[in-house]
């Protein structure tokens, strides 16, 4: 079963075209990574896939369903961004509920879903602390959380790790490994982090000036690159 399809997927901001037309398949429970230079359009599609964006030319299939008109909060996915915005005057615990409280979750259901969420980051020790009491690293996990607890089919992912210190970037390269098998979700990610890209891809796509260069596994790339520019950018860190 393919879990996300785009298929000729176009973005124009006014009269200026950011995203040409690209076509993806991504299968269910794969992980799949977007890289390429700033403002090559990896937000933006990102963005389209949640919903955040219309599209303006094309097709974006989640599941069974075209969603091009479909609600962000009825797509089935949930994303966390490099802005992670926690709430500072609730505790975590509050932090993950909030989104569910507001759907009008029961309140067991509630306590079951971030109990879970908390298990699988570590948190379970930290859930009555506030924001401010946590590290950099323990605050992503939280904005993970808040993705976890709305338990979708597919996670997107905005450079997450990028307001963190290399040290912290490569745990929480592990940290996402490892919840990629426990949520059974298929995952989107955005960065510009070649390392990060290799390590967690099952595949990468390549994306440069709004459209797809090559779509490939790692290794894949990394031996036969379709051109001097994906060999470029998976070949030598910034
Ligand atoms: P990336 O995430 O790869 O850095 P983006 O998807 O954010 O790139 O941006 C792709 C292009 O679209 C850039 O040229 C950016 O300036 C432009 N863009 C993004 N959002 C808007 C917007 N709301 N209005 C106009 N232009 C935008
Ligand atoms: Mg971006």
Known sequence: MTEVILKNVVKRFGRLEVVHGINLDIHNLEFVVFVGPSGCG???TLRMIAGLETISDGEIRIGDRVVNDVAPKDRDVAMVFQN??????????????????????????????VREAARILGLTDLLRRKPSELS????????????IVRNPSVFLFDEP???????LRNQMRTEIKRLHRNVASTIIYVTHDQVEAMTLADRIVVMRNGHIEQVGAPLELFQKPANTFVAGFIGSPP
């Not at 790790?161 to 040290?167: F, P, R, T």
Request: glycine share 8%; no cysteine.
């Open 136 to 147: 950099g690293g323990q605050r992503q996990r939280v904005a993970m959380g808040r993705a």
């Open 161 to 167: 790790l990028s307001n963190l210190d290399a040290k």
């Open 84 to 113: 992670y915005a926690l709430y500072p005057h609730m505790n975590v615990f509050n932090n993950m509920a909030f989104g569910l409280k507001l759907r009008k979750t029961p309140k067991a259901e509630i306590e079951e879903r």
């Open 42 to 44: 990896k937000s933006t």
